[in-house]
């Protein structure tokens, strides 16, 4: 047995088999092969490897996802299989002796910049394909695994996540993250506490290909990972489980209940998601409706944009399964750590600075529309609300409400029943606090993002676990902006909610309902805990 330590990001016990999540394709060697037949020979290997893969991956996508996404799958088969994309990568191989990796990438680099110079919007959505599938064969050649398919009960052991990995995950059978890296801010801790999965980050411990398939036990309340546990440690952490049970069944006597103070202050409890499979859970652990709809998974994980109507029934379906209870979906949040290749976004020196977000959608503004038409019409259908990300100016939501208000028009003109959606700001600049006074004149609502805010005012990215120490979430200068945000949206009449992370934060509870904060949205794993400790609050006696 051994033993690895970590940072728990979310508790809870697990076991399971591991699946060693490798990291992404490394620098190739672009050193001279030395035998090209053997180069030939390993690159036909991998290409029928390849179409194993796909065609196995193929079923399980026609049969969770549908056709159309199985349809994909099946064009990059037809790519692999194409005579020409062979007849590239040997050419490569013979006439330049580059070793197979690099020639297939070579190759699908050029197939794919030949189908992005084509003048069919349908040719250029391909070249996103084309990369892909190069990119299997190359991950193949190099014995790296990139499609994940479990078919057991698994841990994952990972250097990291990222979130167009873990989109293809079964999350049934995920019991538990472990990752090298990350930070109670970073991606898999999100979506760790959304799917109340066990998760420890920072675990001090390498991976190997033999880890791969061995016993695994997680003890995420210590931060502790088993690798192939011996029998009393198994029952010393199953005890445990038994107890986290029986904590969580008593807990559900609270699912109904109102949220109030013992003083009598309420407070909304919503929910935090990032799409309608969650729904369930947001029901099942009585969440008063959703305050954070990510709605950018809807475009992660694909090769092409969604359609207006594919995001409309996204929406919809959380408007009704709701039943009159708001859901606040953010727009397009794409970006910084969420990339989409398809979308074609520059790297960037630092691209949590950079062009994200709202700032994106406004080079993009097509996509923009596309979004506000699919959540404006289905706001006919239930409460909805729509947030704006990485707002810094009010001149930024100044504009997005005329092309809100554009896209209304429009929609009523071509006969489409719309609702009217409340519009409000995501605050998580510190230009955003600080200027929430003004803000408040045009908008309908706050939401504050505590994670970005932190990252933005501290001066530390969320994404760097090794300056986890400075990022502060209690950080005074972090609460004075929260206090500001909040007064302002007092003095204007508006409501004020926190959606980041910090809003599940217990110690401060009490502080955030005294700044005026009237809704607090946290992972669904949260709520009846949360619940539980502020009917027994007396908000009288918080600090403020």
């Known amino acids: 047995m051994n033993c690895y330590s970590g940072k728990s990001v979310f508790s809870g016990i697990a076991f399971g088999r591991a699946y060693v999540l490798k990291k992404a394709i490394p620098e190739l060697d672009k050193s001279p092969c030395m035998s090209a037949d053997e180069e030939i020979g390993t690159f036909r290997v991998a290409l029928q490897t390849a179409d194993r893969e796909l065609e196995e991956l193929y079923g399980t996508v026609l049969e969770e996802t549908g056709e159309e996404e199985a349809l994909v ?3 990059q088969r037809n790519i692999l299989q194409d005579g020409d994309f062979h007849d590239t990568v040997i050419n490569f191989i013979k006439d330049e002796s580059n070793r197979a990796a690099w020639a ?4 699908g680099k050029q197939f794919s910049s030949l189908f992005q110079s084509l003048d069919d919007p349908y040719m250029n959505a391909r070249s996103a394909d084309i990369l892909d599938a190069a990119d299997r064969v190359v991950a193949i050649l190099l014995g790296i695994r990139r499609t994940v398919i479990l078919k057991e009960p698994s841990v994952i052991l990972a250097e990291d996540l990222s979130p167009s990995q873990t989109l293809q995950l079964d999350k049934t059978l995920v019991r538990a993250f472990v990752t090298q890296k990350g930070s109670s801010t970073s991606h898999t801790a999100i979506l760790a506490r959304s799917l109340a999965i066990p998760a420890i980050v920072q675990a001090e411990m390498v991976l190997h290909d033999d880890m791969h398939g ?17 029998e009393e440690t198994q029952k010393r952490l199953e005890a445990r489980r038994k107890d986290d049970d029986r904590i969580k069944n008593e807990l559900h006597a609270y699912r109904n209940l109102q949220t109030r103070t013992k003083d009598g202050v309420q407070i909304g409890l919503y929910a935090n998601i990032g799409g309608v499979e969650e729904l369930k859970d947001v029901l099942e ?3 008063e409706g959703v305050g954070l709809f990510r709605s950018e998974f809807l475009y992660l994980g694909r090769n092409e944009l969604p359609s207006e109507d594919e995001q409309f029934e996204a929406y919809r379906q959380a408007a009704e399964t709701l039943q009159g209870r708001r859901v606040v979906i953010r727009t397009l949040d794409i970006g910084a750590d969420k990339q989409a290749e398809y979308l074609g976004l520059a790297e960037e020196d630092n691209p949590a600075l950079g062009c994200r977000a709202i700032r994106f959608c406004f080079t993009r503004p097509e996509i923009l529309i596309t979004q506000l038409r699919a959540l404006y019409r289905a706001s006919a259908y239930g409460k909805v609300a729509i947030m704006f990300p990485m707002i810094a100016s009010a001149w930024e939501l100044k504009k997005l409400k005329e092309t809100a208000k554009q896209v209304q028009n429009d929609l009523d003109a071509e ?5 009217t959606p409340e519009l409000g700001v995501m605050i998580e600049t510190p230009a955003a606090a600080l200027i929430a ?4 004149k045009e908008a309908d609502f706050f939401s504050v993002g505590t994670n970005d805010l932190t ?9 760097n676990d090794k300056l986890a120490e400075y990022a502060d979430t209690h950080h005074p200068a972090v609460l004075r902006l929260l206090e500001m945000t909040a007064n302002s949206a007092k003095k204007a009449g508006i409501w004020a909610g926190i959606c980041g992370e910090l809003a599940a934060d217990q110690e401060l509870t009490g502080l955030f309902i005294n700044m005026g904060y009237s809704e607090l949205s946290v992972s669904p794993a949260f709520i009846l805990d949360m619940r539980k400790n502020i009917l027994e609050m007396d908000v009288s006696s918080c600090v403020k």
């Open 437 to 440: 006074d003004e803000l408040a």
């Open 415 to 419: 006969g489409y029943e719309t609702g």
């Open 285 to 287: 652990n009585g969440a």
């Open 73 to 75: 799958v099946d064009l």
């Open 214 to 230: 061995k016993e695994v036990a997680v003890d995420a309340h210590e931060g502790l990972v088993y690798l192939e546990p011996d």
């Open 455 to 463: 990252q933005y005012t501290l001066a530390v990215d969320r994404q």
């Open 104 to 107: 297939v990438s070579r190759a």
